[in-house]
Nanobody
Framework: QVQLAESGGGLVQPGGSLRLSCAAS????????MGWFRQAPGKQRERVAR???????DYADSVKGRFTISRDNAKNSLYLQMNTLKPEDTAVYFC?????????WGQGTQVTVSS
């Protein structure tokens, strides 16, 4: 079992920034990719970004140039720096770890971009 705990969400004005964190614990040996997904009301969950254990990032087109994913393998943690936030970034953001045949999810953290 892998437990994931997100933090860092909140309310921010358009153009503002937030930094999300995800801490992994439990049976974490063998984790390669860690990622961030988001789900807005009435929409499907979508991948925002992911990073391999070796540090190779991959971003959705909608966030390229604005969001930066990073990870600290020693701390089993994943981060998402979100800059120039837009109202359409409003969603619940989930940390995601695929491991073997199982996909683990955190409980999610709400990000609201509004004036």
């Amino acid at each position: 079992q892998v437990q994931l705990a997100e933090s860092g969400g909140g309310l921010v004005q358009p153009g503002g920034s937030l930094r999300l964190s995800c801490a992994a614990s439990g049976s974490i040996d063998g984790i390669n990719y860690m990622g961030w997904f988001r789900q807005a009301p009435g929409k499907q969950r979508e991948r925002v970004a992911r990073m391999s254990r070796s540090g190779i990032p991959d971003y959705a087109d909608s966030v390229k140039g604005r969001f930066t994913i990073s990870r600290d393998n020693a701390k089993n943690s994943l981060y998402l720096q979100m800059n120039t936030l837009k109202p359409e970034d409003t969603a619940v953001y989930f940390c995601n770890v695929p491991l073997g045949r199982t996909i683990y999810w955190g409980q999610g953290t709400q990000v609201t971009v509004s004036s």
